[in-house]
């Protein structure tokens, strides 16, 4: 049996690509999966690479194909896989060889599982893989969690499999056990929140001002060559002008307007409002998923409650919608900041944020140009820690918030729902109100409840006067 220096497991789109990139930096790769002829039909397309590819018909033949200590990446869905994987491979390991999952699994199974496999001599890295298919291939962002130890072991197969940005390797070790999942999980909710802004004002231009698909194109293009430049932005141009082969409408409008997710998302807003924090644009953006794919009940309301974008349309500039989805992009990025600063705070993780924004410049779904901006706002002084009392921040906000809140108005007035973008408006304004109205709900709670509250001129917990009672 020929020797491998890599093992991995799992060859769908993400594993398939992995495998190639690993080979591509000279890795011998031992390859199995459950269905084998996955792994015949990775070996065949791999053409001068099909030479490091080491297949194995089972699992242990995957183990024996490498010399001790062993490195075995997992990329299999998330959840039980992971387990049924890890139970497969143990009684074929010894000490110190290392599973390594590249998925996007919960990070508090990424705690349990390394808690597990250290019990019985192992090591467990969880790696948070960002970038697609294509950035698997041709070098993703890589999010590290575990020992200083095994990352250190394989941190030089990591560095050269990785995205660079300007030859600095997008991968860092972030911290122990489930660091490098948390940190991916928060990246895929501003993941989730970039996508909904931008489909946002893609509706504005499209049921607003009634523009087709191939006119929305070239303003995305557009942007993507200001403050906007990311690789969402340019996603979405090329998505807008594609026609679809089979009928020459507008791709996009042959699509069915129904999102999937598989659960980062939503964890993000889980994990955020646990720790009390506020994820409202991820929230937002999380819910409208969840309201597209109750297709039946918006036809059913769309004919009973009046179809949305019915009302006059105040015309709004394409520099307002710029305008709007940078305000956005930068409090969705603080909000995700704020997220991995409790994370990092609960978890006594050391969270290194001007290094995860570096990390993010290259090979990541959100990679952007803002991210450059942002590793250099928190390698200075930051007030409260928080991105926007930044002064580069400040400014690109005083500069753009009057665009957001004309677009949010304009979509209100004409029925046209803009959740993200509202949520982050009202975050901001939210933020910036020194005095808000929670004596009010103060007030209440100590009305209705006895829970007290504190005096704006006195020290101690007080009572109101309601039920004629008296301050204590
Ligand atoms: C990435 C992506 C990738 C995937 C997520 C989100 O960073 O490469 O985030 O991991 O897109 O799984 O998927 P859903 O939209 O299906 O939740």
Known sequence: ????????????????????????????????????????????SAGNLAPRLVRCDTIEALVVAMPVPRAIILLVPAGDPVDLNI???????????????????DFRDTIARTKRLEAAGLAYLGIGVS???????RGPSIMAGGTAATYASIAPVLETICAKYKDDPCVAHLGPDGAGHFVKTVHNGIEYADMQMIAEVYGLMRDGSGLAASEIAPVFRSWNRGALESYLIEVTAEVLAAKDPATGEEMVDMIVDQAG??????????EAIRMGQTASIIEAAVGARVLSSQKVTREIAAHLLVP??????????????????????????????????????????????????????????????????IAEAFRNELPQGHLVLS???????????????????????????????????????????????????????????????????????????????SDV
């Open 87 to 105: 139970d497969a491979l143990i009684p074929f390991l010894a000490a110190g060889d290392t599973i390594i999952d590249g998925g996007n699994s």
């Open 1 to 44: 049996m020929r020797q491998a220096n890599m093992g991995l497991i799992g060859v769908g789109t993400m594993g398939s690509a992995l495998a190639l990139n690993i080979a591509e930096q000279g890795h011998d790769v031992a390859v199995w999966n459950l269905d084998l002829a996955a792994v015949d039909g990775l070996i065949a």
């Open 261 to 270: 997710q598989k659960g980062t998302g939503r964890w993000t807003v889980i």
């Open 308 to 373: 949305a974008g019915t009302d006059t349309m105040i015309p709004i500039s394409e520099h307002d919608l710029q305008s709007a989805l940078i305000v956005g992009r930068v409090l969705a990025y603080a909000q995700g900041f704020q997220i991995l600063n409790a994370a990092s705070d609960e978890f006594d993780w050391a969270l290194d944020f001007a290094r995860i924004a570096e990390i993010w410049r290259a090979g990541c779904i959100i990679r952007s140009a803002m991210l450059d901006d």
């Open 131 to 137: 970038g697609g298919s294509d950035g698997a291939r």
């Open 391 to 469: 002064q580069h921040f400040i400014k690109v906000l005083t500069g753009n918030i009057a665009g957001l809140r004309r677009v949010v108005s304009a979509a209100a007035l004409k029925g046209l729902p803009v959740p993200a973008l509202a949520a982050a408006l009202s975050w901001f304004d939210t933020i910036r109100q020194a005095r808000g109205t929670t004596d009010l709900t103060q007030a209440q709670r100590d009305y209705f409840g006895a829970h007290s509250f504190r005096r704006i001129d006195a020290d101690g917990s007080h009572h109101g006067p309601w039920h004629g009672a």
